[in-house]
């Protein structure tokens, strides 16, 4: 198999995984309950989210996609991977300040799901 097509095998991969983790992030609430090890990994997950898109680094599987683009010859893209996937796609001409707000709510939405248990679990835990 030539250079360039493992490049973008790779390429595709960290598409693939860069989409599960959105998923992630986006659903993990669903999964967790009654998962406490697995609920903990959700809220690092949201709160690493929500660093990422207000901080002023890069994803570090953005970069590496767009390395494995740029080694498979293919002209890697710039910019975040919201704006280039899901804005062309989904959000055409919606200022990239409203996708990076959206994206924290979602994560802050996410979060107030585990305040809410947290609290749930609290109030049944202490004694009346």
């Given at each position: 198999?030539?250079?360039?097509?493992v490049y973008?095998?790779?390429?595709?991969g960290?598409?693939?995984?860069?989409?599960l983790w959105i998923?992630w992030?986006?659903?993990?609430a669903?999964?967790?309950?009654g998962?406490a090890k697995?609920?903990?990994?959700?809220?690092?997950s949201?709160?690493?989210?929500?660093?990422?898109?207000?901080?002023?680094w890069?994803?570090p599987?953005?970069?590496?996609?767009q390395?494995a683009?740029?080694?498979a010859?293919i002209a890697?893209?710039h910019?975040?991977?919201l704006?280039?996937?899901l804005e062309?796609v989904?959000y055409?001409d919606?200022?990239?300040?409203v996708?990076?707000?959206v994206?924290?709510?979602?994560?802050?939405?996410?979060l107030a799901v585990?305040?809410r248990?947290?609290?749930?679990?609290s109030?049944?835990?202490s004694?009346r």
């Amino acid at each position: 198999m030539e250079k360039e097509k493992v490049y973008y095998i790779l390429a595709i991969g960290v598409l693939a995984v860069h989409l599960l983790w959105i998923s992630w992030v986006i659903f993990g609430a669903v999964f967790t309950r009654g998962r406490a090890k697995l609920a903990w990994f959700h809220v690092l997950s949201l709160v690493y989210s929500i660093v990422i898109e207000i901080a002023p680094w890069p994803c570090p599987l953005t970069l590496l996609e767009q390395w494995a683009q740029g080694q498979a010859g293919i002209a890697p893209y710039h910019g975040d991977f919201l704006t280039h996937y899901l804005e062309a796609v989904i959000y055409p001409d919606v200022p990239y300040l409203v996708l990076v707000s959206v994206a924290v709510a979602v994560c802050a939405m996410n979060l107030a799901v585990y305040l809410r248990r947290w609290r749930g679990s609290s109030a049944k835990q202490s004694p009346r």
